[in-house]
């Protein structure tokens, strides 16, 4: 039986054993003081818990094959130091959340990237996830950005199935940016029909920074992330863009919640979502912002297109503002092809199809356009949610 397979290019690897332990034995401190959530529970009402069975599931063990990433034997105290520390605020965050520390405890690696130097421009990493032959995973990964310093990082996820058996991947991302930075994120998700994914994205800012995340997930037979970022420092920017593109029966369901805890911070969020056949997509989107901080701008918007009856889309938009100098807005869409629109594009001799692909395209196309990656990227990426929606 083939492991997974992970890869990654980066001048920064491993964590050492020790400081893996810590973070096991913490985060299972936590895991004793909760209990496993119940469907009744706001976070995860909409989702099959009762499908979920962890105790068989992890009878397959984590394994994952490290391939072209430099693992360093004697990293340096101040390193050591600074994942320490972005592990415990993961920790201090994740305190509540059951499946967060049962990542934290499950897992025997932990990728560290400390990207750029003060001012370095446009440092680029990659980090690549392939889960084979229905086996399960286990990621954790930092992520920390140099004061001042520019840096794009690319995440990839992908799952192979080759028998019905259901199989599962938690993964924990985590980015730390210092003063002065700024860091764009590509996140690419395609899962095969018998995977349950649970995925978990940190992130905490200090002033003026600015954190751009585009996500593209795809597949998967049951889903739940959360987005968890905290914007620390005062000037700091967060933004959250994507598409999810669900087929069959598979279920996606998105969790995310901006806090705000300076003032003069921004965040947007805007997601789509594409589903067809019986799929069913949730995006529930929060804003917290305590009664001390002001000056604060925040926009959350999801829209949602619908190319069958039986497909559902829900958008939840929340808002915990206790403050009172601030500018919040929210909206949320859910609709099926126009047909108007459709009409037109027939009577100019396109085929139904070509029609369909056409106003499929520009719902998400405008999403994919602002992605600050190469060209090629951006064609891979439309291609594959038109494939995976329409098939062609």
Request: glycine share 4%; with cysteine; aromatic share 10%.
């Amino acid at each position: 039986m083939s492991a997974s397979v992970l890869s990654a290019k980066s001048s920064t690897g491993l964590l050492p054993d020790s400081l893996v332990q810590w973070t096991r034995e913490s985060a299972e401190q936590f895991l004793n003081e909760l209990v496993f959530p119940k469907m009744t529970d706001e976070a995860w009402r909409k989702f099959p818990l009762g499908q979920l069975d962890l105790a068989t599931l992890n009878k397959n063990p984590f394994q994952l094959e490290v391939v072209e990433i430099s693992k360093e034997t004697n990293p340096s105290d101040l390193r050591i130091g600074t994942a320490k520390s972005i592990l415990a605020s993961i920790l201090n965050s994740a305190k509540d959340n059951y499946f967060a520390l049962y990542t934290l405890k499950q897992t025997h690696q932990i990728y560290f990237y400390e990207l750029g130097e003060d001012g370095t421009e446009r440092e680029f990493y990659d980090f690549q996830c392939k889960l084979r032959d229905n086996q399960n995973g286990n990621i954790v990964i930092l992520v920390s950005v140099a004061a001042n310093t520019k840096a794009k990082f690319r995440e990839s996820y992908h799952s192979i199935s080759q028998t019905d058996q259901l199989h599962i991947l938690h993964s924990l991302s985590c980015y730390h940016l210092k003063e002065g930075s700024s860091l764009d994120i590509l996140v690419e998700e395609e899962y095969d029909e018998n995977l349950f994914h649970f995925r978990f994205i940190y992130s905490f800012q200090e002033k003026e920074s600015n954190l751009n995340i585009h996500s593209f997930p795809r597949g998967g037979y049951r889903g739940k992330q959360f987005y968890l970022p905290e914007l620390n420092g005062m000037g700091s920017t967060y933004k959250l863009m994507g598409v999810s593109s669900l087929v069959n029966r598979e279920l996606l369901d998105i969790d995310a919640k901006v806090t705000h805890l300076a003032d003069h911070t921004t965040s947007k969020i805007s997601y789509k979502a594409i589903v067809n056949d019986r799929s069913h997509h949730i995006f529930t989107g929060n804003l917290a912002i305590p009664s001390n901080v002001k000056k604060v701008s925040a926009h959350q918007e999801s829209h949602n297109l619908s190319l069958n009856k039986k497909a559902r889309a829900e958008a939840n938009p929340k808002l915990e503002v206790m403050a009172e100098d601030v500018s919040c807005t929210h909206g949320a869409t859910v609709g099926d092809i126009d047909e108007e629109q459709l009409f037109y594009l027939l009577s100019r001799g396109l085929t139904p199809s070509e029609a369909k692909s056409l106003l499929v395209a520009a719902f998400y196309e405008e999403t994919v356009s602002k992605i600050p990656f190469p060209e090629t990227v951006k064609l891979n990426i439309s291609n594959n949610i038109r494939k995976s929606v329409l098939g062609s």
